[in-house]
């Protein structure tokens, strides 16, 4: 488990949300790391990213109406720039790769 820290006011939107992030590896311009989300709403502007989610349940859903259904296994593209919306319904962990 990591250690979490609760987000700021501005991307907390059910007031109690915590996230935990762990960069792994870096090689070149790709980094691979882990992140956790506890159950709540948050939002974020996004990097190029491909993730697996290993635990948890909720969705994310975009600014122009895109939409993922996370649990185990799932498999998502957040593109750069994209303003999402993070529900999640059971504690969230997932492994990310970005571009720098």
Not at 47 to 66: A, I, K, N, R
């Amino acid at each position: 488990m990591l250690e979490h820290s609760r987000l700021d006011d501005e991307r907390n939107l059910s007031g109690d949300v915590t996230t935990a992030v762990s960069a792994q590896a870096t090689e070149g311009d790709m980094e691979v790391g882990v992140w956790e989300h506890s159950v709540g709403t948050s939002t974020d502007v996004e990097v190029e990213e491909v993730f697996v989610v290993l635990e948890g349940e909720g969705t994310v859903t975009d600014d122009e109406g895109g939409r993922i259904d996370l649990a185990p296994g799932v498999v998502g593209l957040l593109p750069m720039g994209a303003k999402t919306t993070w529900t999640i319904t059971k504690p969230l962990r997932k492994v990310w790769i970005t571009l720098a």
